[in-house]
């Protein structure tokens, strides 16, 4: 499997948490709070597990090329991440406070929407470039690393394998 391939699929996993914590928004009370708190737990480990890969992994591999990127699209990426984890701290503290159902509302949206133009974005932009500058064997190696990358960490989070 490639480095896309791997973050492609996980982005896909991603989404379909998405979809759950939007259908959680639409449940009042004890139910939907219960919702995003579940999905949360399982989102957040995958999430930073997944970051570390493009951030530890992909990216070094993308500035030391032989058609390097330039450090300045890297650092828009990193700061993209920064980003969606300023919206996870805003969510984590509106779940803080049950009763405040319109500021999880807000919160929720908030983030749902700054995730999903994040994965977009990686695949519109810096996927194809990936699989423009590095030769199909780095790509793969890369792949393996991170799948490997991403097992341990699911593993700590967890204790079993993705599924
Ligand atoms: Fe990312
Ligand atoms: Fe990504």
């Given at each position: 499997?490639?480095?896309?391939?791997?973050?492609?699929?996980?982005?896909?996993?991603?989404?379909?948490?998405?979809?759950?914590?939007?259908?959680?928004?639409?449940?009042?009370?004890?139910?939907?709070?219960?919702?995003?708190d579940r999905s949360l737990r399982h989102l957040l480990p995958l999430l930073?597990?997944?970051?570390?890969?493009?951030?530890?992994?992909?990216?070094?591999a993308l500035s030391s090329s032989e058609k390097p990127v330039s450090g300045?699209?890297?650092?828009?990426?990193?700061?993209?991440?920064?980003?969606?984890?300023?919206?996870?701290?805003?969510?984590?503290?509106?779940?803080?406070?049950?009763?405040?159902?319109?500021?999880?509302?807000?919160?929720?949206?908030?983030?749902?929407?700054?995730?999903?133009?994040?994965?977009?974005?990686?695949?519109?932009?810096?996927?194809?470039?990936?699989?423009?500058?590095?030769?199909?064997?780095?790509?793969?190696?890369?792949?393996?690393?991170?799948?490997?990358?991403?097992?341990?960490?699911?593993?700590?989070?967890?204790?079993?394998?993705?599924?």
């Amino acid at each position: 499997m490639t480095i896309t391939e791997l973050l492609r699929r996980q982005h896909e996993s991603f989404r379909r948490t998405l979809r759950a914590m939007r259908d959680s928004l639409k449940k009042d009370g004890t139910e939907g709070h219960a919702g995003l708190d579940r999905s949360l737990r399982h989102l957040l480990p995958l999430l930073a597990a997944h970051e570390e890969v493009e951030h530890d992994l992909l990216f070094p591999a993308l500035s030391s090329s032989e058609k390097p990127v330039s450090g300045e699209v890297l650092d828009y990426f990193d700061k993209e991440h920064e980003t969606v984890h300023h919206h996870i701290g805003e969510l984590l503290e509106s779940l803080q406070a049950p009763e405040a159902r319109l500021r999880r509302l807000v919160a929720t949206s908030d983030f749902i929407a700054v995730l999903e133009e994040h994965l977009e974005q990686e695949e519109r932009t810096l996927f194809p470039l990936v699989e423009e500058i590095l030769p199909l064997d780095a790509q793969e190696r890369l792949g393996e690393a991170g799948r490997a990358q991403t097992a341990e960490a699911f593993e700590h989070a967890y204790g079993g394998t993705p599924s």
